[in-house]
């Protein structure tokens, strides 16, 4: 294990010499004007403002490869890269994702609770850290949210032996039914690992039991530096600058917030503030083909920046790789749903990273924000393309809601790929 740690810590510095370009000093921006008219965000009263709030300090390491012993091939020796953001608001003192002293105020009644309730009551189908449609981690996250708000031990015990329950079906799942290969990619695991840190987070699994905590930190740990197929779950968030990275990029925050790994916590929140279009700290992506979805095709990122246009048309806030996913620039774009699945990813990426006290809502000129507005933008111009969130992307605009006191439209939420239950924790 030390040695993979040793060789992924290489891997990142060489990665890490990419990083150049002009970065985005604006100030953020205020609500766009199309959005309907906003509500007062909760979190205005929760959590202290950067302007108001005192700065953490946390402790960043260089990335330079350790010595080891000489091999055929040159090691390359790290130069020094840009720092991490640092955190500037007030951490959340609990909860990775929402904490039972908040869910405390949620009602226990109502179309929301009782869909929620129905499934942490009910079978929580099979565990399958392995599979694309597998959906044991929500159902997982369910029964957890259940007891947080009830304080009912049967709750707690239960998650508590779904979440171990999962160990292990990273290679003995299969990927898409009984007769699919079985093994998981980084893709996979991406999508179904951050619902299972957030549970054991919410029935605190250390204080439960002891060691199968340390049976379920030691796994995570672990997942991060696993080689799969499409490489590691780090690879793929400091590469992919598409949903497979921003998946990775949520798993990995979640992971380093439970185990209160800072520097892992800080160099995830440095690549998510590159992808958002900061290239000054951040600029190793990869992105292989057209690039006519970008502003600038010489200053490639993941949104595209305030104000951007190409012919005329608004591609202000464009997630440029999964748009390019329909097809080359052109009016009206080609319909995708890809955006929707690179944001469920983001949004826990980064409502993470917010509770650790990284600023990451307004990064960018409020990046996220655009890029919903965007879509909502072609919903509006392009109805028959069906650009609004449907299915089980339903989770994202209650959360966008929630963040920003905007009033986009929602529909009862279903459970996403890595995240789910928003109509109930985030509900207005």
């Not at 009912?152 to 032996?161: D, G, L, T, V, W």
């Not at 806030?317 to 329909?326: D, V």
């Not at 826990?348 to 409020?366: F, K, P, T």
């Not at 933008?377 to 449907?390: H, N, T, V």
Request: hydrophobic letters at 40%; one cysteine or more; a negative charge.
């Amino acid at each position: 294990m030390e040695n993979r740690k040793a060789l992924l810590i290489i891997g990142i510095a060489v990665v890490m010499l990419l990083v150049g370009g002009c970065g985005d000093t604006s100030t953020p921006s205020t609500q766009p004007a199309e959005i309907a008219t906003p509500q007062t965000s909760p979190l205005a009263s929760i959590v202290p403002t950067a302007t108001t709030a005192p700065t953490k300090s946390v402790f960043f390491v260089t990335l330079i490869p350790p010595t080891l012993t000489p091999s055929a091939t040159p090691i390359p020796t790290a130069t020094p890269t840009p720092s991490p953001p640092t955190p500037t608001l007030m951490r959340f003192s609990k909860g990775i994702w929402i904490s039972a002293a908040e869910l405390a105020s949620r009602p226990m009644s109502g179309s929301a609770w009782e869909k929620l309730k129905a499934a942490a009551d009910g079978e929580l189908g099979e565990p399958n850290v392995a599979g694309y449609t597998a959906n044991h981690d929500v159902n997982t996250l369910a029964v957890a949210l259940v007891y947080a708000r009830t304080a009912e031990p049967s709750y707690r015990q239960k998650a508590a032996e779904a979440i171990i329950s999962a160990i292990g079906t990273e290679y003995s799942g299969r990927r898409s039914g009984p007769d699919s290969q079985q093994g998981a990619l980084a893709v996979t695991v991406s999508r179904n690992l951050v619902s299972y840190v957030i549970a054991a987070d919410l029935i605190d699994l250390e204080e439960y039991d002891v060691q199968m905590d340390a049976e379920f930190r030691s796994w995570t740990d672990g997942l991060r530096y696993v080689e799969w197929p499409d490489h590691s779950l780090i690879y793929n968030d400091m590469v992919r600058a598409n949903n497979h990275g921003r998946m990775a990029g949520a798993s990995r925050a979640a992971i380093a917030a439970y185990l209160g790994d800072e520097v892992e916590l800080a160099h995830t929140a440095q690549v998510l503030k590159g992808f958002l279009g900061d290239r000054e700290i951040y600029a190793a992506f990869d992105f292989p083909r057209d690039l006519s979805w970008q502003a600038d095709p010489s200053q490639q990122v993941g949104i595209n920046p305030t104000g951007s246009t190409r012919d005329g048309f608004s591609i202000d806030g464009a997630l440029t790789e999964e748009m390019r996913r329909g097809c080359s620039f052109q009016i009206p774009p080609c319909p995708i749903n890809y955006p929707w699945e690179a944001l469920q990813g983001l949004l826990v990426d980064a409502m993470i990273l917010y509770r650790q006290g990284y600023d990451v809502w307004n990064w960018e000129d409020q990046a996220i924000l655009r890029a919903v507005q965007f879509l909502y933008d072609l919903a509006r111009q392009y109805p028959e393309g069906e650009w609004w969130a449907k299915g089980d992307d339903r989770w994202v605009p209650w959360l966008i809601n929630y963040i920003y006191g905007t009033n986009f439209p929602t529909e009862q939420a279903r459970i996403g790929k890595n995240m789910g239950w928003t109509d109930w924790t985030h509900a207005p």
